[in-house]
């Protein structure tokens, strides 16, 4: 079981920044990435941004990001206190959705944080 607890969401207007946070807990060292989703009213839930362990082949961390937000956000883990971020900058409107927390496992299980809402201003 992992848990994962999110904060940081909440209204910015258009060019600001936001970070969130996303602390896991439980059987963490199963732990194979960590992504932040968002979920757009009516539209489906996207990926935004990965941080994964790197394989024996390409070693460090790896990091993926969808196109759309490539070059304003960034994801980073704190392995000390268990805790992913995503630092969101030069927000538009278009970024405004729900950002869900996910743990993927080495077993292919995902867990889910309860979400946090981003609402852009323009």
């Known amino acids: 079981q992992v848990q994962l607890v999110e904060s940081g969401g909440g209204l910015v207007q258009a060019g600001g920044s936001l970070r969130l946070s996303c602390a896991a807990s439980?059987?963490?060292?199963?732990?194979?990435?960590m992504k932040w989703y968002r979920q757009a009213p009516g539209k489906q839930r996207e990926l935004v941004a990965s941080?994964?362990?790197?394989?024996?082949?390409?070693?460090?961390?790896?990091?993926n990001y969808a196109d759309s937000v490539k070059g304003r956000f960034t994801i980073s883990r704190e392995y000390a206190n268990n805790t992913v971020y995503l630092q969101m900058n030069m927000l538009g409107p278009e970024d405004t959705a729900v950002y869900f927390c996910?743990?993927?496992?080495?077993?292919?299980?995902?867990?889910w944080g309860q979400g946090t809402q981003v609402t852009v201003s323009s």
């Open positions: 996910n743990a993927h496992m080495r077993t292919g299980y995902d867990y």
């Open positions: 439980g059987s963490i060292f199963r732990l194979a990435a």
């Open positions: 941080i994964s362990s790197g394989t024996v082949i390409t070693s460090g961390t790896v990091t």
